[in-house]
């Protein structure tokens, strides 16, 4: 099946810092991926969709200056999160559709997901 | 907001015994997926029912879905310490462009 690969797996760093999380399509292309944040033992909160070569679009309430979204190729979407602080700590994760597979597919490919600690 | 709710929120079964995860929406559908997710990882597709669709099998999974009522059922079969995960119903909203809504999860515990 498709696989999604999300780096780094976790990242700790100081307050004010900027980190960012690679989310790949291994081998399929995306034109769309969603990042998505998690709280433990929360479900996951979908932040933005990122698409290809345009601006992604953001869900109400997610700040576009402090979590950055990059899509400059079929295969890579990048999500900087800008001048970190503390409560910016959580689990973030990447997902991917197949939409040009043998079988467009509806369900979801999920990157293993970043844990970002901000101290 | 979010679409699923499943039930119960947390579930401790023996190994060998059959899970029965519940999850109830709002609104229309186009279709509802369950995910599993292992402690700090990514989730997995588990499977997929349609609106037109009362019931799939894959493996030990049973799946199904009633319309009317706006809910769905998990069921694993013969359940595994290695099936111990939060698992996630999705529902995807008629409409186009439609995203997929995760509910809260129900996190199983399977005792060996």
């Known amino acids: 099946g498709a696989v999604v690969s999300q780096h780094p797996s976790w990242v700790i760093c100081k307050s004010g810092t900027s980190v960012k999380i690679e989310c790949r399509s291994l081998d399929f292309q995306a034109t769309t991926m969603f990042w998505y944040r998690q709280f433990p033992k929360q479900s996951l909160m979908l932040m933005a969709t990122s698409n290809e070569g345009s601006k992604a679009t953001y869900e109400q309430g997610v700040e576009k200056d402090k979590f950055l979204i990059n899509h400059a190729s079929l295969t890579l979407s990048t999500l900087t999160v800008t001048s970190a602080h503390p409560e910016d700590s959580s689990f973030y994760i990447c997902?991917?559709?197949?939409?040009?597979?043998?079988?467009?597919?509806?369900?979801?490919?999920f990157g293993s997901g970043t844990q970002l600690s901000v101290l | 907001s979010q679409q699923g709710e499943e039930d119960p929120q947390a579930l401790s079964i023996q190994e060998g015994e059959n899970a029965t995860m519940n999850c109830s929406y709002k609104t229309s559908i186009n279709n509802l997926q369950w995910y599993r997710q292992n402690s700090g990882r990514g989730l997995v597709h588990l499977i997929l029912i349609r609106s037109n669709e009362r019931e799939k099998h894959s493996g030990r999974l049973r799946v199904t879905l009633d319309t009317s009522k706006k809910s769905s059922s998990l069921l694993i079969t013969a359940s595994r310490a290695a099936d111990t995960a939060s698992y996630f119903c999705?529902?995807?909203?008629?409409?186009?462009?439609?995203?997929?809504?995760f509910g809260k999860g129900i996190t199983l515990s399977v005792r060996p």
């Open positions: 997902s991917a559709r197949d939409l040009f597979g043998p079988v467009p597919s509806e369900k979801l490919f």
């Open positions: 999705a529902t995807k909203n008629t409409g186009a462009n439609s995203k997929l809504t």
